[in-house]
């Protein structure tokens, strides 16, 4: 897998992402140009896991932060020695920093390979344990930007739901990136926030309060 990148290695366990590497940033969106979009095709990660041998490198007497840095070590070098990875446990969850390498790459477009990879991490550490922990990745900061940039743009929509009275919609997002625009409007009293839609086109949308 050396000459492969990840996004050919993830497709390859039927996970879809693109391969363009920018990560794009969710726009504003009126209701009436709402564009259904098709349920995503199920991932079996089970069978994805069994049939690509992946985790096999896990010795089963780590603990989960172990688990996951070797996880990471493995795929990684695999993928491009200049990748290097710091984990560390925070609070109940494992915390995982990647940088070096080309971290567009690890991103994908809208931040869909990295979402993939993470996904994937956590369905390997926790294969089998009882006691499942959540398992977090960022790439060379990637998240932090974003999540900055998701509060500009739920603050944005508030503005625009105030001045004309009527909600509006932003762009399709993952649960992670829903719960922050979420959480950025939560202590606002003249809008509030609710997700609609399905699959890969659940959305917010900000409405103005009764």
Request: hydrophobic share 35%.
């Amino acid at each position: 897998m050396a000459e492969r990148d990840l996004d050919r290695y993830l497709e390859g366990l039927g996970i879809d992402v693109d391969d363009d590497g920018r990560a794009e940033e969710p726009l504003l969106r009126d209701v009436e140009d709402d564009v259904p979009e098709p349920e995503p095709e199920y991932i079996d990660m089970e069978t994805a896991i069994s049939t690509y041998g992946i985790g096999g490198v896990i010795p089963d007497d780590l603990d989960a932060r172990e688990r996951t840095e070797t996880f990471l070590v493995h795929l990684l070098l695999d993928l491009d020695a200049a990748y290097s990875v710091d984990v560390v446990d925070h609070d109940e969850e494992i915390l995982a920093e990647i940088s070096g390498g080309d971290a567009g790459r690890l991103i994908g477009k809208g931040g869909r390979t990295l979402a993939a990879l993470e996904f994937l991490s956590n369905a390997v550490v926790n294969k089998g344990d009882a006691d499942p922990v959540r398992v977090v990745i960022d790439v060379g900061g990637y998240k932090r930007r974003r999540d900055e940039r998701l509060r500009q743009v739920a603050q944005r929509a508030a503005s625009r739901v105030r001045k004309s009275g009527h909600e509006v919609e932003l762009e399709p997002m993952s649960g992670a990136e829903r719960r922050i625009v979420h959480m950025a409007l939560a202590d606002e009293v003249d809008v509030f926030t609710e997700s609609t839609g399905e699959g890969r086109g659940r959305r917010v949308v900000v409405k103005p309060a009764d």
